[in-house]
């Protein structure tokens, strides 16, 4: 079976440079795991830094996203690395390439692809195009909460949501003042829910609850179907 995996930045990346020891427990479990792997990797922090940089230097919204995007492609090349021979050695820029890309591997690892997007959309889209119904999205947060948790230390955990409680959710924070943002992006939400793909909210700090939701099971996080 396929599963997609979108792995923030913040979790690849979290100090400012790569975590080994994250990124070698997740390719050791992904490479004995029984399933073929889709993965999306986030530019976190470092794409923000470049993205705010090339704004004050005059560069506008496409081009912030365009510097961004490198980021992630940056942070797909060194999941590539952890994974070895299991993931196709290129970082696809696209999903028709996304597609292809298996051939015999069981890993194809890709990051963000056009401006004004966001990652949560780009694993929803791939999963999608390589026919996954299942979605791992694994970030510095525990799942999702009906507030801020870093904000209000009684913010209360989803163990499951409907896509229409999801995009509920979404809709609500989309009010909220700049510089808060939803675990996933409405369109991300949206495609899932269109496509029915079974998506489960993680951390990154928990790889038995990222094995569980590889395998549909119940978990600490959120699952929403
Ligand atoms: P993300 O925001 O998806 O990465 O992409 P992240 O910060 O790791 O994700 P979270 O916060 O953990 O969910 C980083 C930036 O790259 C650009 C956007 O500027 C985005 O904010 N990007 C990414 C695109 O423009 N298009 C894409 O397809 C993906």
Redesign the pocket.
């Known amino acids: 079976m396929r599963v997609v995996l979108?792995i923030?930045?913040?979790?690849i990346n979290p100090e400012g440079k790569p975590d080994i020891e994250f990124l070698r427990k997740m390719a050791k479990m992904l490479k004995e795991s029984k399933h073929e792997f889709g993965i999306v990797?986030?530019?976190?922090?470092i794409?923000?830094a470049y993205?705010n940089a090339a704004r004050e230097l005059g560069a506008g919204e496409y081009d912030?996203?365009?510097i961004?995007?490198v980021?992630?492609k940056q942070?797909a090349h060194i999941v590539i690395a952890a994974l070895g021979g299991a993931a196709h050695p290129n970082v696809p820029a696209t999903f028709e390439q996304a597609r292809t890309a298996f051939d015999g591997h069981k890993a194809v690892v890709m990051?963000?692809?056009?401006?004004?997007?966001?990652?949560?959309?780009?694993s929803a889209l791939l999963a999608e195009a390589i026919g996954a119904k299942r979605l791992v999205?694994i970030?510095?947060v525990e799942g999702i909460f009906d507030s801020d948790p870093r904000k209000n230390p009684n913010a209360k955990k989803f163990a499951t949501l409907s896509y229409d409680q999801l995009i509920a959710l979404a809709a609500e924070s989309d009010k909220r003042t700049a510089g808060t943002?939803f675990?996933?992006?409405m369109l991300a939400c949206k495609l899932i829910a269109r496509s029915k793909i079974e998506t489960h909210f993680v951390s990154c700090r928990n790889m038995k609850d990222i094995a569980e939701a590889i395998e549909g099971k119940k978990h600490g996080g959120t699952v929403v179907r």
């Open positions: 979108s923030g930045g913040s979790s990797t986030g530019g976190g922090s794409a923000r993205a912030a996203d365009s961004a995007i980021s992630t942070n990051g963000g692809t056009i401006p004004g997007i966001t990652t949560d959309s780009d999205n970030s510095n943002h675990v996933f992006d």
